[in-house]
């Protein structure tokens, strides 16, 4: 089974800064990879699938990239709102595995 | 729009049965565009899925749960359901329904997400 590995599983960072977390594979696969945002308390909310395709209604600071086995989720500029733990998650086979999730927090 | 509503006991003994629903609005899950999953999140800590089942009744399970796993739908009444035995205190966790579109390979996404409901395995 592939393995989904995030990076860093924490960080702290100002309003307005780039902020990049990345998903590495145990094996490469095609680009079925999505990321989620889940918020204390609250259902995850789909951000983007397809690695890089924007969920409607997502706002356009948000953007994913990679391929192989490096996926990236990137904030070009961090909000307030944006304070969350986010997951990605492979789904182009069974099982349906995500990431160990990464936590985002205002400095 | 698509509402999903998760609903069942809160709390289970150990070796007994943990029975949830997912009552699905604004959507037939008897349609075949979209997949009907479950996810769990045990507590502090991240997501697993558990599985999913089509309008057809395939299902499609998580391995490592298959063993005590059934999930089922009733399309008279727009739900699907768990059903996980002989549970333990590992199976304590928030449960989420989800709508999950469909890709060549079987689920894929889950773009929307029912609130939770909280499972606490416990005598």
């Known amino acids: 089974d592939i393995q989904l590995i995030q990076s860093p599983s924490s960080l702290s960072a100002s309003v307005g800064d780039r902020v ?37 209604g997502v ?14 989720l990137t904030i070009s500029s961090l909000q307030a709102e944006d304070v969350a733990t986010y997951y990605c998650q492979k789904y182009n086979s069974a099982p349906w595995t995500f990431g160990g999730g990464t936590k985002v927090e205002l400095k | 729009q698509v509402q999903l509503q998760e609903s ?6 150990p ?21 009907w999953s479950w996810i769990r999140q045990r507590p502090g800590k991240g997501l697993e899925s558990i599985g999913s089942i089509f309008y057809n009744g395939s299902t ?19 739900q699907f359901s768990l059903t996980l035995r002989s549970v333990t205190a590992a199976d304590t966790a928030v449960y989420y329904c989800a709508r999950v579109r469909g890709t060549i390979f079987g689920p894929g996404v889950s773009d929307i997400w029912g609130p939770g409901t909280l499972v606490t395995v416990s005598s």
Do not use: H
């Open chain 2, 8 to 13: 069942g006991p809160g709390l289970v003994k």
């Open chain 1, 59 to 72: 706002p356009s600071r948000f953007s994913g990239s990679g391929s192989g086995t490096e996926f990236t």
């Open chain 1, 20 to 56: 990049s977390i990345t998903c590495r594979a145990s094996r490469a696969f095609n680009d079925y990879l999505a990321w989620y945002q889940q918020k204390p308390g609250k259902a995850p909310k789909l951000l983007i699938y397809g690695t890089a395709t924007l969920q409607s």
């Open chain 2, 15 to 35: 070796s007994q049965t943990l029975s949830l629903t997912c009552s699905v609005s604004g959507a037939s899950i008897s349609r075949g565009t979209f997949y």
């Open chain 2, 60 to 78: 499609y399970d998580n391995p490592s749960l298959k063993s005590r796993l059934t999930i089922s739908m009733d399309t008279s009444e727009n």
